[in-house]
């Protein structure tokens, strides 16, 4: 009884330590802050009007605009002209995001760098802003040597996005098996829907409001605590 018992915990020790056990960060809004708390909305009116529509601000607000297939109906397009629409928008997402750090509107959040240090576990950056625009920001602020897996949302319909679990999948092939006691650390609601679908402990920063395991004011507090919770 005694032998089978050692021999389940070691086939525990075993199993525990050859999964991987990651941390993944988000990128804008976490480890990238801004001025305009509302970019995002900013970002979808600027996508809009690129796209001809005359009164942006007016159809986002519109109760229809969260459901996909009314928000095609309400911008009075057809399914083929919406998938242009949005492998489009990574050029309006580029164009803002250069447009902003020229003028000292996106920076690096306090500690970043002193955080990514302190962490020896395999450190993930999954992000649903687009190729051009993360690779520029990962290397404008030096910070792309800390990833050892980079994940950037491809802006072709049916491509994998965050929150799902196809994210995971391409993690897994790179790491292999993933522990379920690695971490997210994000400032959204896809961050933490990303979080629960992979199984994952969710870490907020900045966003009290959104469900997680761990929330923190900033980067600065969740520095000198991180070490404890892994």
């Known amino acids: ?15 525990h330590h050859i999964m991987k056990k990651i941390v993944i960060f988000d990128l804008d809004g976490t480890l990238l802050l801004r001025k305009n708390k509302n970019w995002e909305t900013h970002q ?3 996508w809009l009007a690129y796209n001809g529509v005359k009164n ?13 297939k009314e928000r095609i109906a309400l911008l009075n397009i057809d399914m083929e002209e919406y998938k242009k629409w949005y492998e489009n928008f990574q050029i309006v997402e580029y164009q803002n995001n250069i447009d902003l750090l020229n003028k000292n509107k996106i920076f690096l959040a ?25 690779n520029y920001a990962i290397d404008f602020f030096n910070i792309r040597n800390y990833f050892d897996f980079i994940f950037e949302r491809d802006y072709k319909f049916g491509k994998p996005i965050k929150p799902e679990i196809k994210v995971e999948t391409l993690l897994e092939k790179h790491f292999g098996k993933l522990s379920k006691k690695s971490l ?18 969710f870490i907020s920063v900045y966003n009290k409001k959104i469900e997680s395991d761990y929330f923190f004011e900033n980067i600065e507090t969740l520095k000198n605590t991180l070490p404890r919770i892994l």
């Open 110 to 134: 306090k500690e970043s760098i002193n955080l990514l240090k302190t962490i020896s576990n395999p450190k993930v950056l999954v992000s649903n802003s687009c190729k051009e625009w993360v």
């Open 56 to 68: 942006p601000k007016q159809i986002i607000k519109n109760k229809k605009w969260s459901n996909r």
């Open 1 to 15: 009884m005694r032998c089978g018992k050692s021999v389940a915990r070691r086939l525990f020790w075993l199993v």
């Open 184 to 201: 997210v650390i994000g400032d959204s609601l896809k961050d933490v829907e990303f979080a629960k679908n992979i199984g994952f402990k």
């Open 44 to 46: 979808l009116i600027l």
